[in-house]
């Protein structure tokens, strides 16, 4: 059981660079969401997709973008990075459900120089 | 308007002894759910413990219970019988039935658990 898997688990990015965080889950959920979480505090959330095709803002998104071509997979993309951009990055997935809590990943944390 | 608050950033609690971390919420929806998480040092995402907003009887898993009071929109988390372990980060989190299951977290209480 693999569960939600993101990679990589750190990266150093030049300001101005891009990436994408890649985030994959076999539980076959439709719901997944990206928060990042910055030092000491709780998550934001970044983008959200409820199934394949879906994809919707959160409380974050500027300088993100997302796509979900499949159940599976919900990747991040950060274009032009900015020191701002420096967080630790979790994806997670879900039934649709209020009773069931999030499936997250190990997170990825990025330093952006 | 926040969501979820938590007004303790930081507890002492000498082991063997019971903690107990404060959350409150803010929802007009009648169907939600709450849920408690560590953070260890390591960062992953840990689920402790879920209360549905229509449950009669407190949630409890263990050594973890959470003191639901539904008029004070309080949902507290009591870790009774303090290890060295449960020094982490903890969030409280709040899911709404019309939000998209969109969960939305504290900004945390750090415990430290000493001997």
């Known amino acids: 059981n693999a569960g939600v898997t993101q990679t990589p688990k750190f990266r150093i990015l030049k300001i101005g660079q891009s990436m994408t965080l890649q985030c994959t889950q076999d539980m076959n959920h439709n719901y997944m969401y990206w928060y990042r979480q910055d030092p000491g505090m709780g998550l934001k959330l970044i983008y959200y997709s409820v199934g394949a095709g879906i994809t919707d803002k959160g409380e974050v998104p500027n300088g993100y973008n997302v796509s979900r071509s499949t159940t599976e997979d919900f990747p991040l993309r950060l274009e032009l990075a900015a020191p701002s951009q420096t967080s630790v990055y979790f994806c997670?997935?879900?039934?649709?459900?209020?009773?069931?809590?999030?499936?997250f990943g190990s997170g990825t944390r990025l330093t952006v120089v | 308007a926040q969501k979820i608050t938590q007004t303790q950033p930081g507890m002492f609690v000498q082991e063997k002894e019971a903690v107990t971390l404060d959350c409150t919420y803010d929802t007009s929806d009648p169907s939600y759910g709450l849920f408690w998480y560590k953070q260890p040092s390591s960062g992953e995402m840990i689920f402790l413990i879920y209360q549905g907003s229509y449950d009669q009887q407190n949630a409890t898993e263990g050594r973890y219970s959470l003191n639901f009071q539904k008029a004070r929109k309080s949902a507290n988390l009591v870790i009774s019988a303090s290890q060295l372990g449960d020094s982490a980060m903890y969030f409280c989190a709040m899911r709404e039935g019309h939000s998209d299951y969109k969960l939305s977290f504290g900004a945390g209480t750090t415990v430290t658990v000493r001997a």
């Open positions: 997670a997935s879900s039934y649709d459900s209020k009773s069931y809590g999030y499936t």
